[in-house]
């Protein structure tokens, strides 16, 4: 039993055993099948391979790739090849007949026509589509007719040309003729090229010479690839920003619904040699390319090593003829066209050149910014005006509610007067008096906008124009009046817009009708130096400046501030708000910290150039305009009269502020108002300099019959203590009839007596008693004088020219009299209640402190200081502490009844200074 059992377990076993071997004899066989299947397969895959790198008809012949009877590799390799020729051939009978008739539609005419036939054309295509494909060469493929070649380009594609060793010269034939074909079809300024070669400043497809002294073709920086892409950068963007306004997708489409071209094309050709970039120039690039051909630009790029995203054509040169070509996948060879002839390109270019600027009629003048028609434009909702030309095209400035205020940089000589002027040009010519006021102040040594008012050779002036002030450098005092009138201005057209229940000047408007309120338009130029202090004029004028800049854009009053350099101002260090409501900037060449940080477009900006930015100086907002010559002698003049001539009959001149100008006190405002008949006896004002303010203001001392009520000129200044107390004498004789005032005069400065004889002549014809005292005889005419006050009640005024020399004699005391010191105490004491007023320069403070004695300031109601320190002055202006520090022609004034604290005016001329 047991040894029936164990046979049976070991039939089995053996039976497993057998089932095993047979099944891994059958996997070992599939295995050596497989592998000789693999090994079949990768020798005909290698045997391809050779031949199609051969060449079939070359591997043919070859006796190593040829057909090999026996050889099943080979056998079957070239059994294939012949299968696929056949398809091919069946398939490709009419192919190159389909390339032709596909490149002939979407490249016509010059895009696709051979060379030599259409170069030296001017294009008349204006733009509005573009061909989709553009010729480069012709390639054949397996003996069968030669068929064009052509790569898309501008709306369709960018370019990649990869150069192999010593192609140089085949890259820049293949660019050439491509620039040429595309600047041949369309109308000159159509297209712009720009060129940029890391390693060469110029020279960059020489034969376009004539064509780079145009708009059509720019030459970059080789060292400045950021400034190119930031340009672009700035173009997509505003490009996009258009065309998302409208409601369209692109370029192209905006094109499509306006009917017209809208903006040329953009072609930027990059030579890079190979080299690397930068990280962060390689994400710019890459950023502009994503968003170029939407906005028109395309890109051809040679040998810059990076991959470019969206659509890329690459052509890769194998040696001077012949390129690769990869189209739809497919690798050609293609036989490029040959160079163009380097001279016919060089004439072409001329034409082309010549005809762009016939049809842009030159370099474009000052005469092209001022409209046909003068004065058709209305302020409702902004100002716009061109004030220059990019290219041939007109850039705008807008001055509204986006943008309310300008700040313009340059350094000196960099062109910012001349752009002021082209400014101001344009909008004057479009904008009536009635829509535009101009306030206009120039803080530097010059007299830029003193041609705007009626001078002696010319009498007209710009009627747009309220005040025109220059040469006001040391008067920083103006333009913080400038702002307070503003400030005034803004407070009266709030109150205005609140009783109409409005909030903007366009509402304003429409609810008043018959109302005044133009845009106010205020051009401060070199506006640092209103803060060039640690002062209260520093300080108010800040505080000013950021109110009328935060809320003047709502009331149609607009800040335009020019000044060499802006980073250097104290007072608003840590404050940005005034630059901030900037938020247009207009950089002139070489311009610092107008623009932002990362902008540097006024770096590279040409002279006579202006870089335009309505965005606070971000480098996409750039718009670079060329200035046109508008502040030549005659230039802006000629317009200046025709305004003048249509405008003058209905608004006066402006008044003009001229610091290095002595005023006249004929001419004054407040002197010709004087009362020239009856006087105003109650309150005759003596007029003793000009304010320092927007309107013609003078200075005067009221002359009640009060305590206090005479005026005492400090300094050793001689011309302006004249002058004051020349002009305080008559004015005042201006108010009183004949024979109501009496003037005495005594002259203690040998040097003054010429001065003081031609006012007492003055008088004396105007018909007032005016006499003259000798110094020795002072004190008897004092006691006279004292002796008789108030027995007539006439009106006396005593000018005492060079107090301070008569002290000693006056403080000489005989026995049982006052002396003359004491009776001149009591007449400043005692004289004004009683109309005796004495107008007395003292060379000193102390000197007048002495006649004046213990307690005697009160008796000095005004108070005109000239060459004194303000820390001298605190006792007469009420105890306050004075700033002030002489200044040549200038005079702090302080009345103890009116004022507050103590100002600056400006002496009027001398008689003989007059004419």
Not at 24 to 31: D, V
Not at 496 to 520: C, F, Y
Not at 557 to 573: K, N, P, R, Y
Not at 619 to 638: E, K, L, Y
Request: charged residues 25%; proline residues 6%; negative net charge.
């Amino acid at each position: 039993m047991i040894g029936k059992k164990a046979r049976q377990q070991r039939g089995r076993v053996l039976a497993a055993l057998d089932a095993l071997r047979t099944r891994i004899g059958l996997a070992m066989g599939a295995a050596r099948n497989a592998r000789a299947e693999a090994e079949f397969e990768l020798a005909t895959l290698e045997l391809e391979r050779q031949i199609v790198t051969e060449g079939c008809d070359r591997a043919r012949s070859d006796p190593s790739l040829g057909p090999r009877p026996g050889d099943p590799v080979s056998t079957a390799v070239w059994q294939r090849l012949d299968q696929v020729r056949a398809a091919f051939g069946q398939e490709w009978a009419d192919g190159p007949a389909r390339l032709r008739s596909l490149v002939a539609a979407s490249a016509p005419g010059v895009a696709g026509d051979p060379p030599g036939r259409w170069l030296g054309r001017v294009g008349a295509d204006p733009g509005l589509t573009a061909p989709g494909l553009w010729r480069i060469g012709t390639c054949t493929a397996d003996g069968s007719d030669a068929f064009d070649v052509a790569v898309p380009l501008l709306e369709e594609s960018h370019l990649s040309i990869t150069s192999a060793s010593g192609t140089r010269h085949a890259v820049d034939a293949l660019v050439e003729s491509l620039l040429m074909r595309v600047l041949s079809t369309f109308e000159p300024g159509a297209v712009r090229v720009h060129l940029w070669d890391v390693g060469q400043l110029t020279a960059v497809l020489p034969n376009f010479y004539a064509l780079s002294r145009t708009s059509a073709v720019t030459v970059h920086d080789p060292t400045r690839l950021v400034d190119l892409l930031d340009e672009f950068s700035g173009h997509i963007r505003r490009i996009h920003a258009e065309a998302l306004q409208g409601g369209h997708p692109s370029l192209r489409a905006m094109r499509a619904a306006a009917g017209a071209r809208i903006e040329p094309w953009r072609i930027a050709v990059l030579y890079g040699n190979g080299e690397e970039l930068e990280p962060e120039r390689r994400r710019d690039l890459q950023r502009v390319a994503s968003g170029a051909l939407d906005a028109g630009i395309a890109l051809i790029l040679v040998d810059v090593p990076t991959a470019l995203g969206g659509a890329v054509e690459a052509v890769r040169l194998r040696d001077e003829r012949t390129a690769y070509c990869s189209m739809t996948g497919a690798d050609l060879v293609v036989d490029l066209d040959p160079p163009l002839p380097g001279a016919q390109v060089s004439a072409a270019a001329g034409a082309i050149a010549k005809a762009l600027v016939a049809k842009q009629g030159g370099p474009r003048g000052f005469s092209d910014l001022v409209p046909a028609e003068l004065g058709q434009d209305r302020s409702l909702d902004e100002l716009r005006t061109p004030v220059g030309f990019d290219e041939g095209d007109p850039i705008d400035v807008v001055i509204g509610d986006a943008t309310p205020h300008a700040l313009i940089g340059g350094p000196s000589g960099s062109g910012k007067t001349n752009f002021l002027y082209a400014l101001l040009g344009g909008l004057a010519a479009r904008y009536s008096p009635d829509e535009l006021a101009l306030y206009l102040l120039d803080f530097k040594e010059g007299v830029s906008f003193a041609g705007l008012a009626p001078g002696r050779k010319d009498e007209s002036w710009l009627p747009h124009a309220r005040l025109i002030g220059v040469n006001v450098n040391t008067d920083r005092e103006f333009g913080l009046a400038l702002l307070r009138f503003l400030a005034d201005e803004l407070r009266r057209r709030s109150a205005a817009a609140k009783d109409h229940e409005v909030t903007t000047l366009a509402e304003l408007r429409a609810a008043d009708p018959d109302g005044s309120w133009p845009r106010i338009v205020a051009v401060i130029d070199e506006f640092q130096y209103m803060f060039a202090g640690r002062d209260s004029v520093t300080a108010l004028a800040t505080s000013l400046l950021e109110d009328i800049a935060r809320r003047g854009r709502s009331q149609g009053i607009h800040l335009v501030l020019a000044s060499q350099d802006v980073a250097g101002i104290e007072a608003f260090w840590g404050k940005p708000a005034v630059f901030e409501q900037c938020t247009l900037r207009i950089a002139m060449p070489k311009a610092r910290r107008v623009l932002t940080e990362a902008n540097q477009a006024a770096v590279t900006a040409p002279r006579w150039h202006a870089v335009i930015n309505h965005d606070s100086g971000v480098p996409h907002g750039n718009r670079v305009a060329h200035v046109p010559d508008a502040s030549s002698p005659g230039v802006f003049a000629r317009l200046q009269r025709s305004l003048w001539e249509r405008y003058a009959s209905g608004h006066g001149s402006p008044r003009l502020f001229d610091g290095a100008v002595a005023p006249v006190l004929t001419e004054s405002a407040a002197y010709t108002e004087l009362a020239a008949g009856p006087a105003l006896v109650g309150q005759p004002r003596a007029l003793v300099g000009q304010a320092i303010a927007v309107s013609d203001v003078a200075f005067g001392v009221a002359l009640p019959r009060a305590p206090g009520r005479n005026l005492a000129v400090l300094g050793a200044a001689q011309r302006p203590a004249l002058s004051i107390l020349d002009s305080a004498a008559r004015s005042l004789a201006r108010q009183f009839r004949q024979g109501d005032v009496e003037f005495v005069a005594c002259c203690l400065v040998d040097s003054c007596a010429p001065a003081v004889t031609r006012l007492a002549e003055q008088l004396q014809r105007d018909g007032h008693k005016a006499e003259i005292v000798p110094g020795d005889e002072l004190g008897e005419r004092l006691a006279a004088v004292h002796a008789g006050m108030g027995e007539d009640g006439a009106r006396r005024v005593l000018l005492l020219y060079g107090v301070d020399a008569a002290l000693p004699a006056l403080e000489r005391k005989e026995p049982g009299k006052q002396s003359g010191l004491d009776v001149l105490r009591a007449v400043l004491k005692q004289g004004p209640a009683h109309g005796v007023h004495v107008f007395g320069w003292w060379r000193s403070v102390a000197r007048l402190k002495d006649t004046l004695g213990f307690g005697g300031t009160e008796d000095i109601g005004a108070l005109a200081a000239l060459d004194v320190q303000g820390s001298d002055l605190g006792s007469f202006c009420a105890g306050q502490v004075v700033h002030w520090s002489p200044r040549p022609g200038r005079a702090l004034f302080f009345d103890r009844a009116t004022h507050s604290a103590p100002e600056v005016m400006i002496p009027y001329a001398l008689p003989e200074e007059e004419s």
